[in-house]
């Protein structure tokens, strides 16, 4: 049973449709703790070096599961944003809102060139984003958590988002899980 004061909430969805940005401010409104967890693969040093073919670092199944361990005492105490492209390593007990950002590929594609991205990663990401992959994947994974879909073009549409999630953050509480 989750002894947790205060709900914490998944932001996941494809690199560039908004994540980091929107969880920043998100953090700073409603005073959560903001995970970045990518910036906790690299930083903690849970990754198996860079991989110039794939332009990333890769993670094996271990350092996900010693980067999990690394913020299981932070998500037990609640009130965390976790903020990742991917969703597959999370428990369900974690969390009692899972959100997907997405965006419109006019607005993704301009974003994914911006950051310098090889042509191949683009289009993977791209793809990715199209055929709705962490989309799939969150609703499959989190069958008894509230799970909202938001886009994220636009800076207003983000606005909007941090409102909602904060009014869904309420609905939900701290449920015992
Ligand atoms: P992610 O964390 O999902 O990879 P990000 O927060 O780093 O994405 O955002 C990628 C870029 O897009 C960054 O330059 C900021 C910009 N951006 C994010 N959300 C946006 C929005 N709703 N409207 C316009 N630009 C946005």
């Given at each position: 049973m989750s002894q947790r004061?205060?709900?914490?909430?998944?932001?996941?969805?494809?690199?560039g449709v908004g994540k980091?940005?929107?969880?920043?401010?998100?953090?700073?409104e409603a005073g959560m703790k903001h995970i970045n967890f990518g910036s906790i693969l690299l930083e903690g040093g849970f990754n198996a070096g860079y991989n110039a073919e794939f332009d990333t670092h890769d993670v094996t199944e271990e350092n996900?599961?010693?980067?999990?361990?690394?913020?299981?005492?932070?998500?037990?105490?609640?009130?965390?944003?976790?903020?990742?492209a991917s969703c597959d390593y999370f428990p369900e007990r974690w969390f009692d809102l899972v959100v997907?950002?997405?965006a419109e590929t006019n607005s993704l594609f301009p974003r994914l060139e911006a950051r310098g991205y090889s042509k191949k990663k683009v289009t993977e990401n791209m793809q990715a984003e199209i055929f709705q992959?962490?989309?799939?994947?969150?609703?499959?994974?989190y069958p008894n958590v509230r799970k909202e879909t938001l886009t994220s073009n636009t800076v207003d549409e983000m606005q909007e988002n941090i409102a909602s999630i904060q009014q869904m953050?309420?609905?939900?509480g701290s449920a015992a899980k």
């Open positions: 004061s205060r709900p914490n909430v998944l932001v996941t969805g494809t690199p980091t940005t929107m969880c920043e401010l998100l953090a700073e996900l599961a010693d980067a999990c361990d690394s913020i299981e005492a932070a998500m037990g105490e609640g009130g965390v944003i976790l903020d990742y997907v950002l997405v992959v962490v989309l799939q994947d969150a609703y499959e994974l953050l309420q609905e939900v």
